[in-house]
């Protein structure tokens, strides 16, 4: 499900040539552009680490990811974001996949002043409480995903706020997801919008509300009634949510375009688009990715 069979073979860092520079008009841009995903010289990337910390939710020794900007200071505070990994994913997920360009979409856009510097913190999703617990398409496989926003906001997020120089406050802090992280990704962001100002769910998994796939039966995080962000003019509305999937993705089908409709049915503004030629795959993960960077520019005008 996390992996992403598609660009596995091409598991090599390129360097561009011509290192062109990102056109961008602030637009949605269905594909993420080569000279926004690829390795360049001169430009100086983060670097991924690992840590670990003890979540009082979970009440275990727990570990997370993390990428640092290039030249990390301390004398400088960043905002964060959170980017969670797919179901039977853990904390190693992004940063072992060379192929979502994470590294360099980050350090790209940063290079050339079109995103802030983030630090991007990359959890282990899978918040279980119990050591034999297991992931998998079942109610008792999938609570311990629906109650990692218990430990993201007790544990995980009061840790990072220690050990890094962070800007903190909703509009210092993002949260976006793959799959099963898009699911959790808008279960926490409509749970707790005085957190997070910015939201981007990447083909986001069935089960925010209650449905069926071929999976399994859904119960559901919320009621399809309770799935609606805070209205214009209040403190808690989202600066930016976005809700994107490939145009063919074989995974999550039409969930992610059912979350529109009811977002738009409700009026809970956000901005949709499919990508094109992406099943459920590192080529829908760029393109989200790369447009939330973006977007949260452009609404920070
Ligand atoms: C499901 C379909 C897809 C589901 C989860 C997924 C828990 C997640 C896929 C992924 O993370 O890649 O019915 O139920």
Redesign the pocket.
């Known amino acids: 499900?996390?992996e992403n069979t598609e660009n596995k073979e091409l598991n090599v860092e390129e360097t561009v040539e011509d290192n062109s520079t990102i056109e961008s008009t602030g637009e949605i841009v269905e594909k993420c552009p080569i000279s926004a995903s690829e390795k360049k010289s001169g430009v100086a990337y983060g670097e991924y680490g690992h840590d670990t910390y003890f979540s009082k939710t979970c009440n275990m020794e727990r570990a997370y990811s993390f990428l640092l900007p290039a030249n990390y200071d301390e004398n400088k505070k960043y905002p964060v974001m959170y980017l969670l990994h797919?179901?039977?994913?853990d904390e190693n997920s992004f940063p072992s996949d060379s192929n979502n360009k994470i590294k360099e979409i980050f350090g790209n856009l940063s290079s050339e002043g079109r995103t802030r510097e983030w630090i991007v913190i990359m959890p282990n999703m899978f918040a279980k409480d119990k050591p034999e617990q297991a992931p998998g398409?079942s109610a008792e496989g999938?609570w311990p995903y629906d109650n990692f926003i218990n430990d993201l906001v007790n544990d995980l997020m009061p840790t990072v706020e220690e050990r890094y120089s962070v800007l903190t406050g909703r509009d210092n802090t993002a949260i976006a997801g793959?799959?099963?992280?898009g699911?959790e990704t808008l279960y926490i962001s409509v749970s707790r919008p005085d957190l997070f100002s910015f939201a981007c769910a990447i083909a986001p998994?069935?089960?925010v509300v209650p449905g069926k796939?071929n999976?399994?039966v859904?119960e559901g995080t919320i009621s399809e009634e309770a799935f609606v962000y805070p209205k214009e003019g209040d403190e808690n509305e989202l600066k930016l949510l976005i809700v994107c999937a490939g145009d063919h993705d074989s995974?999550?089908g039409k969930f992610p375009l059912s979350y529109h409709t009811i977002l738009e049915g409700n009026g809970s503004k956000h901005i949709w688009f499919e990508v094109p030629g992406a099943d459920?795959d590192n080529t829908a993960i760029k393109s989200g990715i790369y447009n939330f960077l973006i977007q949260i520019e452009e609404c920070s005008k």
Do not use: E, Q, T, Y
């Open positions: 499900m996390s797919g179901i039977f994913g398409f999938v793959f799959s099963m992280g699911r998994a069935p089960g796939d999976f399994m859904h995974v999550v459920h």
